[in-house]
């Protein structure tokens, strides 16, 4: 009886894994590539939705004697909100937080005893984020700075 031995694959010389790790490289570097951009596209499509945002913020906050009409503005202004929140678009809460300028932009600077050094007093303008990253800062009256 003959024994037959398996035949071995040709061992490559090195350039094979070279190549192999290469294109491993490039596969990666070509998905975050595209990651990045659409996080870039998403946030760059949501900026001119805050506007109007501010917009039906401000007209909620103005005296309506039609009632039908501030309900229907309150409904737009919730419709938004929660397609922002679907979208990964979240408001920050500045008022009477530490000034971060990371987060925020101080417009205005007042001094009263009554605040601590650094609080925010008053937000002019609601800062927003995007999955955890900053896409408008909110713009503020900061107490006491020196």
Excluded: W
Aim: with cysteine.
């Amino acid at each position: 009886m003959a024994f037959f031995t398996r035949r071995q694959p040709p061992q490559p010389d090195g350039r094979y894994e070279a190549l192999e790790a290469e294109y491993r490289n490039y596969r990666r570097r070509t998905a975050l590539e595209l990651e990045d951009a659409a996080g870039k596209s998403a946030r760059q499509t949501v900026l001119p939705f805050l506007s109007l945002y501010d917009d039906l913020n401000r007209a909620l906050a103005c005296p309506c004697g039609d009632a039908a009409f501030y309900q229907g503005v309150e409904l737009i202004y919730k419709r938004l909100l929660q397609t922002l929140t679907d979208l990964g678009v979240k408001p920050m809460d500045s008022l009477g937080r530490m000034f971060n300028p990371t987060y925020h932009e101080a417009v205005e600077m007042i001094s009263d005893p009554k605040y601590r050094r650094d609080e925010i007093v008053e937000v002019l303008q609601v800062g927003f984020t995007m999955d955890d990253e900053v896409i408008r800062h909110a713009r503020v009256v900061v107490a006491n700075c020196e």
